[in-house]
């Protein structure tokens, strides 16, 4: 349990994934902040009025998944660096992932960098696709690697630097 | 002759600066003195950003709050002395303070005193405390945040309050390996987007384990950690030894009171609070009537709540000496009604429960 030692379990991812037809229909943002904290930057970082908090500020965000339209602004906006989009149209094999990094290194567009899972273990290479860096994420970069379909829900986090590609 | 001042303002921590600087802007002559040699306090640490409204510097990593509060204090110049690297070390009656500058002791007369002294950080007992290589996680921030000095190679953290969750993020951004958090309690004590960050960039967390001894000769070499049972009794035979070169201490902080002690404030014990707390009433005043308080002091809760409580602690000290004001007023109740939002919900219960507490003691008292 992710109160126990800070991964999501099953259960707790399940409560903010979206359908499986939505999964289907492109990029979409994966909320991943289950815990009444007094923060909403997220919420007026959306275009589409897509992220609400039921019972003020300190409410989770609720995503609505079907107005969601996967633009990533969100991304950079979380303090918590909780927010995630994931493409599973990308290609045949692969999905695009869209995470917040604020490591050195910074990796290159097209380089290989490691797939972190939520435990920090290196579960699959991906390739850099895109990385922004814009004055108004102030330092966050946020992201896009390529990455095998099947890991695209697990790795949440990169790891660039010698020998993390082949 | 002695330096005279309205309002004077100890500490300039996130709750001192907006004291000193509403204070100020109201037309009160106040002069802010801090220990340091950096207005800020705490905030001037702190590279993560911040949660909060998007109303007040939500997404904003905390120096750069520091450097708002600061040119905020600037634009009031004309009012606000600061002195750095002087303390206020005690009261003498009611009315007059001694301050230590590097230069000279001297003491300063006021009318009203907003004491944001901020907390200290808890320490830990366990064999071979003292030896070198074991930090405060203060002590690291300033070193690495401060100063650009890794305190080392790897590192074990205890405690997994937001503190140690959010110094063993910026310690990996600093390039040090963080080899494990430590947590007596089952659950994480800090935000879970926090912990997340951490574990998804490989630190183990371990709850229900607590650190035994610091091993090594001159330096630390590694530390024994152990289970803990749900009585929080060692479990025998889980004793599990880490290699590290830095042990890094997160158990928590408590209010420093010592002023409101010496200035004769009734204390009141809070554990949700941080412990021993002057008891104050909604306008941030003390028993003592001249004393205000802000911030930490008042209670161990984040910088954006001691923002806000040192804007009201500033307007009310303003208007006991001149008077109510419409200005003031609105300053309070806006102040008010964004501190009733961050401590809704179910993670500003304990505080909310902690300050309920000290309102209905100053009430009969």
New interface residues.
């Given amino acids: 349990m ?7 379990s099953q259960t707790e991812l399940e409560s903010i994934l979206p359908s499986p037809e939505r999964m289907k229909k492109g990029p979409v943002a994966i909320i ?10 997220c ?2 970082s959306c275009p589409s009025h897509a992220i609400t908090m039921k ?5 989770k965000p609720c995503l609505d998944h079907v107005h969601c339209i996967g633009c990533g602004l969100c991304v950079a ?6 927010i995630f989009i994931v493409d599973m149209n990308y290609s045949n094999r692969s999905a695009s992932l869209t995470v917040p990094h ?3 290194p910074i990796p290159k567009v097209g380089e290989i960098v490691a797939g ?6 290196a579960v699959c290479e991906a390739k850099t696709l895109k990385v922004i860096k814009s004055k108004k994420y ?3 970069m946020v992201i896009t690697i390529e990455v095998p379909k099947e890991h695209a829900m697990a790795v ?2 990169i790891k660039a630097g010698k020998g993390m590609g082949k | 002759m002695s330096r005279k001042t309205q309002v004077l303002v100890v500490g300039g921590g996130p709750a001192g600066l907006s004291a000193a600087v509403v204070a100020a802007q109201m037309g009160a002559k106040v002069l802010l003195v801090d220990d340091n040699p950096l207005l800020g306090g705490q905030l001037v640490k702190q590279t ?7 109303a007040r510097d ?4 905390g120096y ?1 709050i520091a450097e708002k509060l600061c040119e905020d204090a600037a634009a009031v110049k004309k009012n606000l002395s600061i002195l750095m690297n002087t303390s206020a070390v005690g009261f003498y009656g009611d009315t007059e303070a001694g301050i230590l500058s590097p230069e000279r002791y001297e003491p300063v007369s006021f009318e009203r005193v907003i004491v944001c002294t901020g907390a200290v950080e808890n320490s830990l007992n366990f064999e071979n405390n003292d030896l070198p290589g074991v930090y405060g996680a203060g002590a690291v921030q300033t070193l690495m945040n401060v100063h650009g000095i890794r305190p080392g190679k790897k590192i074990l953290m205890i405690g997994s309050g937001n503190i140690g969750l959010i110094v063993s993020y910026q310690l ?2 600093a ?1 040090v390996e963080v080899v494990g958090l430590v947590e007596a309690l ?3 004590g800090g ?13 183990p ?1 371990h ?1 229900n384990h607590t650190i035994i001894s610091a091993n090594g000769v001159e330096k630390v070499k590694s530390a024994t950690i152990c289970r803990l049972d749900e009585k929080f009794q060692r479990v025998p035979n889980t004793e599990l030894e880490i290699g590290c070169d830095c042990i890094c201490l997160a158990v928590g902080l408590s209010p420093l009171i010592d002023l409101f002690q010496q200035g004769n404030c009734r204390m009141f014990f809070v554990p949700e609070l941080g412990g021993l707390v002057p008891l104050l009433d909604v306008n941030m005043r003390t028993t003592n009537h001249r004393i205000y308080v802000a911030g930490d002091a008042s209670g161990i809760e984040e910088a ?1 709540t001691a923002i806000l409580g040192g804007r009201i602690a500033g307007a009310c000290a303003y208007e006991s000496i001149h008077g109510v004001d419409d200005k003031a007023q609105a300053i309070i109740a806006d102040a008010n009604e964004e501190l009733k ?8 219960e304990k505080v909310r429960w902690g300050r309920d507490r000290l309102i209905k003691e100053i009430a009969v008292c």
Wanted: glycine residues 12%.
């Fill in positions: 992710l109160i126990n030692d800070g991964i999501f991943e902040c289950i815990q009444d904290i007094p923060c909403d930057p919420v007026s019972s003020g500020i300190t409410d906006s979380c303090p918590g660096l909780a604020e490591l050195l972190l899972d939520r435990a920090g273990k102030d330092k966050t949440r986090a | 993560h950003r911040f949660f909060g409204s998007s939500a997404g904003i990593r750069a990996i951004q390039g089952p659950t994480i935000y879970l987007v926090h912990a997340s960050k951490i574990r998804r960039l490989g630190v967390i709850t954006t939002h961050l401590r809704s919900g179910s993670t500003g």
